[in-house]
């Protein structure tokens, strides 16, 4: 039985080529971008309860809310976004202005908001203040 000796220069050689290979992750045609996670809970403003079925966006991705108001958006980009809170156009409600609904998003965290979003409805919202003239 004749016994080849492999040389360590090529061992070595294919070994990195072997580490090459895996840390390429199998192709799939690059990098997958950071992203973190929203959640937070809606309420309606005239009684205090919550309000499922609201759809809740930001960032490209959206849900709707549960039975119990709450929500968690995931898999949103790492940056600021500004959630946007759509009702049943039955339903009437909207964000009062003012409200805040920006929101920093920091990657593989869970940002939860301070406060319930609180919905009145639409006829209760106040009108926008005019501007002054000048």
Do not use: K, N, W
Not at 76 to 82: D, E, N, Q, R, Y
Not at 103 to 110: A, E, F, L, T, Y
Request: with cysteine; proline share 9%; aromatic share 2%.
């Amino acid at each position: 039985m004749t016994r080849t000796r492999l040389c360590p220069a090529v061992i070595a050689a294919a070994v990195v080529a072997a580490l090459l290979i895996t840390g390429c992750g199998g192709g799939g045609g690059g990098t997958s971008a950071a992203t973190g996670q929203i959640s937070g809970t809606i309420l309606y403003a005239a009684t205090g309860g919550a309000l499922g079925g609201i759809h809740v966006s930001a960032g490209g991705v959206s849900t709707t809310t549960a039975s119990d108001g709450s929500f968690v958006l995931r898999g949103v980009p790492v940056g600021t976004h500004t959630l946007a809170i759509t009702a049943d156009p039955d339903r009437e409600l909207a964000v009062p202005p003012g409200v805040p609904l920006t929101v920093q998003v920091q990657g593989s965290q869970i940002t939860t908001l301070s406060a319930p979003i609180v919905l009145v409805d639409d006829v209760d919202t106040p009108p926008t203040p005019p501007m002054p003239a000048g």
